[in-house]
Every structure is written in C-alpha cells, then in structure tokens.
C-alpha cells in the first residue's frame, strides 16, 4: 500500500553531516509515523529515529541523540533525516519506514508495515 525510496545516502569524513531523504508513495493517507533505522554488517537492524505524522512528535536513539534532526514535509509525504557530526559508528544502511494504523511503539521495528531498499552511508576516519 505504501512505497518508500531512500536517497542522500554517500561517503562522508567523520564529523561531516549528511541530509537522508525518503519520499512516500500510495496509500500515503493512512501514514502515523515514519520513521529511520540502520543496519550494520553483522549487527541487528536499530531504530534512529521518528516522527509522529499528526503532532510531529519526534524520538530519537540514544546512540544519535543530539546528532540527527528528523522531520517531515506533510505536502510531498517525505520525511528527511539531518545527520550531523558524524562517526564510523554510523555506518549502516539507512532503512526508512512507515507505520499505520497507530498508535505503535515507533522506536522499534514492529511498529512498521513499510520499508524502504536503504540507501548506504560510510562514514570514514
């Protein structure tokens, strides 16, 4: 019901910013929350961060808090993800995700119905 497609992923130097962006397709009407999450080699899939689509509630992990800023453009059903002061930590794939039908716990990956092919981001030293 719902297509999503990741871009601004690439190769940045530690302490650089990189701006993510995922726009929305389809059934984009029934959209609560969407949200970002990174997978790393060898790790499980974790949350980064979310935004509530009515309200604009944010949440983000602890591991980028103070770091990203995810916000969302209610017009063009897209949601970005400003990540700043970067790390080789943050290296994963970026996966973005829709939720429906809410309310959902959005910091975890059950609350999505919804993902988008990721789009990489490297982080070098």
């Known amino acids: 019901q719902v297509q999503l497609v990741e871009s601004g992923g690439g190769l940045v130097q530690a302490g650089g910013s990189l701006r993510l962006s995922c726009a929305a397709s389809g059934r984009t009407f029934s959209i609560y929350a969407m949200g970002w999450f990174r997978q790393a080699p060898g790790k499980e899939r974790e949350f980064v961060a979310a935004v509530r689509w009515s309200g604009g509630s944010v949440y983000y992990a602890d591991s980028v808090k103070g770091r990203v800023t995810i916000s969302r453009d209610i017009g063009k059903n897209t949601v970005y993800l400003e990540m700043n002061s970067l790390k080789p930590e943050d290296t994963a794939v970026y996966y973005c995700?829709?939720?429906?039908?809410?309310?959902?716990?959005?910091?975890?990956?059950?609350?999505?119905?919804?993902w988008g092919q990721g789009t990489q981001v490297t982080v070098s030293s």
């Open positions: 995700a829709a939720g429906i039908s809410g309310p959902h716990v959005v910091t975890t990956t059950g609350g999505y119905a919804y």
